[in-house]
């Protein structure tokens, strides 16, 4: 079984920067694609980037609302991925949910986290 703990949200205003983090215990390989999706109150879930690593190296997607601000990254040694969030709007303010996926579907995700940008 795999748990996914997220931290990192909060409250930010407009233009600032926050870090996502989540920590991944149980069954879990490098090479499993991690990443993130949201929910924003009243909206669907929307996926938001994520990275995964094969023998080639990382390959890593983007949606197009997080292309140029937003950044994932991943450290295999401890199981963790991170999404760096910069220039935030406030259309970015949503429940922000860490995800694994070991086959060709999101199996496993975590909690989620809240973030929520101000004007």
């Known amino acids: 079984q795999v748990q996914l703990v997220e931290s990192g949200g909060g409250l930010v205003q407009a233009g600032g920067s926050l870090r996502l983090s989540c920590a991944a215990s149980g069954r879990t390989f490098s090479s499993y694609a991690m990443g993130w999706f949201r929910q924003a109150a009243g909206k669907e879930r929307e996926f938001v980037a994520e990275i995964r690593f094969n023998w080639s190296g990382a390959t890593i997607h983007y949606a197009d609302s997080a292309k140029g601000r937003f950044t994932i990254s991943r450290d295999n040694a401890k199981n963790t991925v991170y999404l760096q969030m910069n220039s935030l709007k406030t259309e970015d303010t949503a429940v922000y949910y860490c995800?694994?996926?070991?086959?060709?579907?999101?199996?496993?995700w975590g909690q989620g986290t809240q973030v929520t940008v101000s004007s």
């Open positions: 995800v694994l996926r070991p086959g060709g579907t999101w199996d496993y």
